[in-house]
């Protein structure tokens, strides 16, 4: 059940990661306020997933459940972070 669990935290994590690559202008206009936007709204979104899985499917040992949700969050918005460091260098250059 912990890998289903972690599969979708993983796909929903990936999903900021390809609009950026494929539309590296959603960052490059606000780049600070939309980094906000981006990580509250995901941020959010997994908060009530996993509370919405916790509760729905009555886990006994949720504190795996929630730390390793949060573990593959901050791993993938690392990820996301060096996505976006490699847009601003790029759009950086061409200036």
Known sequence: MIY???FIISFICIIP???LILFPKLILINQFQN???IFIIKLLFISM???FFIFNFSIQNYKIFIISGYINFTIFHTIE???IQKIMFK???KN
Request: proline share 0%; with cysteine.
């Open 91 to 93: 759009n950086e250059n």
């Open 35 to 37: 980094h906000i936007k």
């Open 49 to 51: 997933f996993i509370c």
């Open 17 to 19: 990661i390809i609009f």
């Open 81 to 83: 972070g060096f996505v």
């Open 4 to 6: 289903i669990y972690n």
